[in-house]
């Protein structure tokens, strides 16, 4: 695919980060875009930004979406059908994703399902809806984002990831397992497996959100000390500092998260869309993930020894 222009993408989870980036990009470039969140108003600004940066006669339309959801992932599809007078698309981001229930052992069930459905069943169902609409088409790729933790389990020492984890991991399995079966049963359509590094955007603080976990104001000083080892990690907090220290820096979580980061959505949207336009159906987004990827692959068995 040399070119977005005159195409048609679905993007899920535009309405922040990296999704965002991807509408306002492809809309940018003359692609018409339907996009969905679970959040209106971000999606809706999502759709004005974007249109506002697109040329004549590309149409960016907003949806809203829990990809969790399979009944609302295929009101989705009709609506974008419907809106795009359309029979099929040509791209599909499966992009929304969250994080949470980091641990299996401690952490809620419910949180824990709910993560992977967002992050895997999310993917699933989109695909289950929107292949038959690229199979349509005369040339489509499907783009399921992963990340790093697709193919290392882990965010460092003392730091259990799992529900996001087993997702990504999922992600990368399945993406991976459709290449030969589209080569045979639909050779003109393509799947790419992203796999970002940190990229700047406010998952934490939207994670949370959706999660519905509570303030860090409500949290007792025993929760708030369950995030010690991460905070620690990420440099948000010094060794020893106080509870109140903690609890003040977790406040912040989700700005450092996204001030820290060594690429911006922007430029991560970039790197997808150059990627997915030459044909790559492997993208690491950032040297921090290709740097992973490397390290992970020469000495799986030391992959939790800790690499840092
Ligand atoms: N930011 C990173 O460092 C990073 C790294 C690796 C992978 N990723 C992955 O990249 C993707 C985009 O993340 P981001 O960092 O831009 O996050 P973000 O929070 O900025 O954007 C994600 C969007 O998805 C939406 N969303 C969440 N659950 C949804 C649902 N059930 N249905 C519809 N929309 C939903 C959110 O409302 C949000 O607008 C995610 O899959 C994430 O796991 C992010």
Redesign the pocket.
């Known amino acids: 695919m040399e070119s977005f222009a005159g195409k048609l993408a679905v993007v899920?989870?535009g309405?922040?980060?990296?999704?965002r980036e991807l509408v306002r990009q492809l809309a940018a470039q003359g692609c018409s875009v339907a996009a969905?969140?679970?959040?209106a108003d971000?999606i809706s600004a999502t759709m004005s930004l974007a249109q506002a940066g697109a040329p004549p006669g590309c149409r960016v339309t907003g949806h809203v979406?829990?990809?969790?959801d399979e009944a609302q992932v295929l009101r989705f599809r009709d609506e974008v059908l419907k809106q795009h007078a359309t029979r099929h698309v040509n791209l599909v981001f499966s992009?929304?994703?969250?994080?949470g229930a980091g641990s299996f052992v401690v952490d809620s069930r419910q949180e824990w399902e709910r993560t992977f459905a967002?992050?895997f069943w999310?993917v699933y169902y989109c695909a289950r809806a929107f292949l038959p609409l690229l199979i349509a088409s005369s040339e489509g790729v499907l783009v399921n984002?992963s990340?790093?933790?697709g193919f290392w389990a882990s965010l460092g020492p003392g730091i259990p990831h799992t529900a996001y984890s087993t997702a990504?991991f999922a992600v990368k399995g399945f993406s991976e397992a459709l290449i030969e079966d589209l080569r045979i049963n639909a050779p003109h359509v393509r799947v790419a497996v992203v796999m970002?590094?940190?990229?700047g955007?406010?998952?934490v603080t939207?994670?949370r959100r959706?999660l519905g976990v509570p303030g860090v104001e409500q949290m007792s000083d025993e929760e708030v000390e369950a995030g010690r080892a991460s905070m620690t990690r990420f440099g948000a907090v010094a060794e020893g500092a106080s509870v109140e220290e903690l609890r003040q820096a977790m406040a912040r979580a989700g700005d450092a998260f996204r001030d820290t980061?060594p690429m911006s959505?922007a430029e991560a949207a970039e790197t997808i869309l150059d990627e997915v336009r030459k044909g790559s159906w492997r993208i690491l987004v950032g040297e921090d993930a290709k740097g992973l990827d490397a390290v992970v692959r020469a000495k799986p068995e030391a992959a939790y020894d800790f690499l840092a």
């Open positions: 899920t989870g309405g922040s980060g990296m999704g969905c969140d679970l959040n971000t979406c829990d990809v969790a992009n929304a994703g969250i994080g967002i992050d999310g984002t990340s790093v933790n990504k970002p590094g940190h990229i955007t406010d998952i939207n994670s959706i980061a959505a």
